[in-house]
């Protein structure tokens, strides 16, 4: 192991104390933006709680000694500025934007474990050598329009600012829309293109069980596997409940059935690691005595080897052909995203490694089985994500729960992490 990944910075029982006291804190008041009755959290893109708690951010940002700052999407910054004006800035953060009644810790702890990590590291050491950010990203859900990643992908050349994909909300309300009612969009703000950063780190949740069932207190993300969503469309022909024989029917619902049915048994077969997923259905006319003339409904699949993906998804979207051929229905399909499986970058995993190794963390490294908006960033910059375990591996849900605890073991690698980066001069 080189010197130069040694932890150089001293963290004492009493500063991991107040990371514990203060993320729990933070998590909780964050969560006030978008709560609902259950006890979940709902901030969709653009929303009134999105607004209220990106501008509450920068208004935390600013007390805690960062320069805050929009980008004309609506990504939220929140600057600690270094002594080098050359250096390229280095980023950490996640996504502010949630699942329909989702948890308080999805996206939200990297935002707010970022700001924690700079405060302390600003308070013990000054200024950083190049520029250090953390960014509370505008959306990565998908959970209002179709499409995903809408802030890191305008910051790493995805999307253009200028060119709004047409797509809508369930109310009909366009991106567009809700972009410019919210204040953005409009040429107020910096453009959202990034062309020089020096990398950018990631600390989330797990969303899984393998750090809890091995008694773990972080997983170093190897890589993020491949995601392929489509909307799946079936026609047929309403009809009246009771007077059409059941040999003469063309009915959507049974044919969407039968397909979501081999959807879970093609991926069962498979073996591996893949995983497929229907979480959506709409039905029409969604009536209890009409034979349905038209299901649409969501297949998610995922895997971390793309040829594999790319067989299974040739071999449902044949299935379901034939399927409706049989049953004298229609099919159409519209792929809406297509992630391609990342690997981060190896040279930052060994960097913190060396970081647990050195503080006695137990670790491993592993896969993720969720889209993350550093597989965005991966292809723009050196970047690496660091899990936390998850209580029962429960997400997108408000029974998500990490303790403490291991939330604060999450913020003192990303400090230690963020110094050697930030602060050490020649470290990268």
């Excluded at 550093?374 to 292809?379: I, L, T």
Aim: proline residues 4%.
């Amino acid at each position: 192991m080189s010197e130069k990944r040694l932890p150089a910075v001293p963290i004492s029982d009493s500063d991991r104390s107040r990371f514990a006291a203060d993320i729990a804190d933070a998590v909780e008041w964050l969560a006030g933006f978008g709560a609902d009755e259950s006890g979940g959290v709902t901030r969709l893109l653009y929303g009134k709680a999105w607004c209220a708690a990106q501008k509450a951010l920068a208004d935390r940002m600013a007390a805690g000694g960062l320069s805050p700052y929009y980008d004309d999407c609506g990504n939220l910054f929140g600057r600690l500025q270094g002594r080098d004006p050359d250096a390229a800035p280095l980023l950490t953060g996640s996504h502010v934007d949630t699942v329909v009644c989702g948890g308080k810790l999805d996206g939200a702890y990297g935002i707010l474990a970022g700001m924690i990590a700079l405060e302390f590291l600003r308070d013990k050491f000054g200024p950083p050598l190049r520029t250090i950010e953390v960014v509370s990203l505008c959306e990565e859900e998908g959970s209002r329009f179709p499409l995903t990643y809408w802030g890191s992908g305008n910051i790493c050349g995805k999307y253009d600012i200028a060119a709004v994909p047409p797509v809508c909300d369930k109310d009909g309300v366009s991106l567009k829309e809700a972009m410019e009612a919210a204040g953005f969009g409009k040429g107020a703000y910096r453009p959202p293109r990034r062309e020089k950063l020096a990398g950018f780190i990631e600390l989330h949740i797990e969303q899984g069980s393998v750090l809890e069932r091995e008694k773990l207190s972080l997983g170093i993300v190897e890589g993020i596997v491949g995601q392929r969503r489509f909307t799946v469309r079936v026609g047929g022909v309403a009809n009246h409940a009771g007077t059409t024989p059941m040999a003469g029917r063309q009915d959507a619902m049974a044919g969407a059935a039968e397909m979501i049915s081999w959807l879970e048994k093609g991926a069962l077969l498979g073996g591996g690691g893949l995983v497929a997923t229907t979480g959506k259905l709409e039905v029409l006319p969604n009536v209890a005595n009409v034979i349905a003339g038209e299901v649409t409904f969501t297949v998610d699949v995922r895997d971390k080897d793309e040829e594999e993906l790319d067989r299974f998804c040739g071999l449902f979207r044949r299935a379901f052909a034939e399927i409706a051929a049989r049953r004298k229905l229609t099919v159409g399909f519209d792929e809406w995203m297509n992630a391609a499986p990342i690997r981060m970058d190896a040279d930052m995993n060994r960097t913190m490694a060396s970081i647990c190794d050195a503080h006695a963390y137990a670790y491993r490294t592993m896969y993720s089985g969720a889209g993350h908006d550093a597989q965005v960033f991966q292809a723009v910059c050196p970047t690496t994500m660091l899990f936390v375990p998850s209580r029962a591996g429960v997400s997108h849900s408000p029974a998500e729960y990490s303790e403490p605890e291991h939330l604060a073991d999450g913020i003192a690698a990303l400090a230690e992490w963020l110094f050697l980066y930030g602060y050490k001069e020649g470290f990268r």
